[in-house]
């Protein structure tokens, strides 16, 4: 099955089609949300203004587990399968998935200053927020440690299965430990706690983001390929 995604040059042409579309969906998402977010959804009536926040941080921390999520199912098929994709889809999210990790930290910490009275605390969602911001530093590091890309692929492969344990971590720390951060409120049996008038544009940034993610992943695939190509066609120049 693997073997019909597996052709870079097949790839290429899918992506060319689709970065256009990932793009325009991308701008067209976050411009509303933003709009929606700031100046058309209402204050909260205990947070007041400092809640627009959410429109920033809630989906940007979904992007961290997803993005990290995402590498580990490439890193996965990559061990496994061979899959010659995979181990470029992991190494082109994890940028992402650090930035989006970081954004969650700085926003949650300008958020928090007026509802808990300080910038930071070493709370168990953000303690396990911040080891994951380590994870894809780790990861990025990694992958660049050995002249060999093959041996640094599959030692970041590695780490990311590894520290995969700290996803479940994240999404269960509130409702595992007594906790300053709010629980869940969005993804909830009971169906979402947040009026409509909030939920709109934050679930708009969510699809602005995921496809902001795509949309890089994919043109960081793309340069990764043809940079491959290039520098075979030099080596091949250099021995010929």
Wanted: proline content about 5%; some cysteine.
């Amino acid at each position: 099955m693997f073997d019909r995604f597996a052709n870079p040059a097949r790839f290429m042409r899918f992506s060319k089609i689709v970065l256009p579309w990932l793009a325009g969906i991308t701008i067209i998402c976050i411009a509303v949300g933003l709009y929606l977010g700031l100046f058309t959804a209402p204050a909260d009536y205990q947070q007041g203004e400092s809640v627009r926040i959410m429109y920033v941080h809630v989906p940007s921390a979904w992007m961290a587990l997803f993005c990290y999520t995402n590498m580990a199912i490439a890193a996965g098929i990559g061990l496994i399968w061979k899959h010659p994709l995979a181990d470029l889809a992991a190494k082109s999210s994890a940028p992402a998935g650090a930035c989006f990790t970081f954004l969650a930290l700085l926003t949650g910490s300008l958020w928090g200053k007026p509802m808990w009275g300080a910038w930071w605390v070493w709370d168990a969602r953000l303690t396990s927020m911040l080891v994951l911001f380590f994870l894809y530093l780790g990861y990025i590091a990694l992958n660049n440690a050995f002249d060999d890309p093959t041996r640094g692929s599959k030692a970041s492969s590695v780490l990311v299965l590894v520290g995969f344990v700290n996803v479940p971590i994240i999404k269960f720390s509130v409702d595992w430990w007594n906790t300053l951060h709010q629980p869940a409120s969005v993804f909830k049996a009971a169906g979402p706690a947040v009026d409509t008038s909030m939920l709109i544009p934050l679930m708009l940034m969510a699809v602005g983001f995921t496809t902001y993610f795509l949309w890089i992943v994919m043109l960081r695939m793309r340069g990764e390929i043809i940079g491959g190509k290039i520098r075979a066609i030099r080596l091949r120049q250099v021995h010929g």
